[in-house]
């Protein structure tokens, strides 16, 4: 699977988001080491503490089905904006999958990032 078909599973996830506080729809698609694709978008509420990212809710998603081992993300917003996964995020990625790759739209273009270098020291069970 090209990064460019993950993007467009991504951006037909994102149309199913709920966001009517912050108006930022946000779509995700994981790709599973085994081929699997699991989508997700984001869930807004009005206690924002409940709301869920679209990246959570993919990985939530395959790891609910059973999923360990994932290979790449792809997240992108409907307004265009560049969709970096916040913190919590990333750091959820990092329980999984330290080596996967995450793939944005920036200006028109497909960027990817080693995971790594959006969270160089996420916290572990061992500490490392």
Same mark, same amino acid.
């Given at each position: 699977?090209?990064? %460019?078909?993950?993007?467009?599973?991504?951006?037909?996830?994102?149309?199913?988001?709920?966001?009517?506080?912050?108006?930022?729809?946000?779509?995700?698609? #994981?790709?599973?080491?085994?081929?699997?694709?699991?989508?997700?978008?984001?869930?807004?509420?009005?206690?924002?503490?409940?709301?869920?990212?679209? %990246?959570?809710?993919?990985?939530?998603?395959?790891?609910?089905?059973?999923?360990?081992?994932?290979?790449?993300?792809?997240?992108?917003?409907?307004?265009?904006?560049?969709?970096?996964?916040?913190?919590?995020?990333?750091?959820?990625?990092? %329980?999984?999958?330290?080596?996967?790759?995450?793939?944005?739209?920036?200006?028109?273009?497909?960027?990817?990032?080693?995971?790594?270098? #959006?969270?160089?020291?996420?916290?572990?069970?061992?500490?490392?």
């Amino acid at each position: 699977m090209t990064n %460019e078909e993950l993007i467009n599973h991504a951006k037909e996830a994102l149309l199913s988001a709920y966001a009517p506080y912050s108006g930022f729809y946000v779509g995700a698609a #994981l790709l599973t080491k085994n081929g699997k694709i699991y989508t997700g978008c984001n869930i807004e509420n009005a206690s924002y503490g409940a709301t869920n990212c679209a %990246e959570r809710t993919a990985v939530f998603k395959a790891v609910s089905e059973g999923e360990r081992e994932f290979e790449r993300i792809a997240v992108v917003a409907k307004d265009g904006t560049t969709a970096y996964p916040c913190g919590i995020c990333l750091q959820v990625m990092h %329980e999984f999958a330290r080596e996967m790759k995450v793939i944005l739209e920036h200006k028109g273009q497909i960027v990817e990032y080693d995971l790594k270098s #959006l969270l160089p020291a996420g916290f572990t069970l061992s500490g490392v």
